[in-house]
Structure formats: structure tokens, C-alpha cells
Nanobody, 117 residues
Framework: QVQLVESGGGLVQPGGSLTLSCAASGSIFRVYAMGWYRQAPGKQRELVAAITSGGSTNYADSVKGRFTISRDNAKNTVTLQMNSLKPEDTAVYYC???????????WGQGTQVTVSS
């Protein structure tokens, strides 16, 4: 079992920055692939960024060059640094933990990010 708690969301002006953090507890964090997803009103949940247990990263085209995902296995945390934010980045952002080749897949409760002037 893995518990995930996101923090760091809020209201920011276009062009601004936010850092989202996800704290994991309850299992062997380092074996999980971690991801950030987002869901805007009326839209499907989509992958924003992911990082494997080995540190390889993957980004949605819409955030490449603006967002950076990182993990700290010693602190059981995964972070999403978001720069040059746009109104279309407005969504609820969710942290996900996935253990490859198993059915173990966990979600956080989500944190709201609003980009507006």
C-alpha cells in the first residue's frame, strides 16, 4: 500500500511558476514509477510528466521545456517544477505511483493549479 499526498498548488499569474510536491509513504518508494497527471474541467485526465525508478523522464508535448519532474528516493518525494505557466495549465494535478508489471497503482487526492491574471 502506498499513500500519496500532494501539495504546492494554488493561483498563479500567466508566466509564473509553481512547484508541486508529492510525499509517498507505506511501501518501497524507489521501485515505483512516479507520475503527475492533470484533469481540467470537462476533459480527460492526461499524463503531464513521469519518472521511472531509474530516473528516466517523459513529458507531454504541451509541457516540454517548461516543466521538470524529479524524485528524491531518500525522502520519498517526487516534485514537479512548473515554469512559464499558461492558462491552459489550469487543472487538478494528481500524483501517481505505479509499480511496473504489477497491479499496484496509487493516486493522490489532487491539488488545484489555477493560472489566471
Amino acid at each position: 500500500q502506498v499513500q500519496l499526498v500532494e501539495s504546492g498548488g494554488g493561483l498563479v499569474q500567466p508566466g509564473g511558476s509553481l512547484t508541486l510536491s508529492c510525499a509517498a509513504s507505506g511501501s518501497i518508494f524507489r521501485v515505483y514509477a512516479m507520475g503527475w497527471y492533470r484533469q481540467a474541467p470537462g476533459k480527460q485526465r492526461e499524463l503531464v510528466a513521469a519518472i521511472t525508478s531509474g530516473g528516466s523522464t517523459n513529458y507531454a508535448d504541451s509541457v516540454k521545456g517548461r516543466f521538470t519532474i524529479s524524485r528524491d528516493n531518500a525522502k520519498n518525494t517526487v516534485t514537479l517544477q512548473m515554469n512559464s505557466l499558461k492558462p491552459e495549465d489550469t487543472a487538478v494535478y494528481y500524483c501517481n505511483a505505479d509499480r511496473p508489471h504489477t497491479l499496484y497503482d496509487y493516486w493522490g487526492q489532487g491539488t488545484q493549479v489555477t493560472v489566471s491574471s
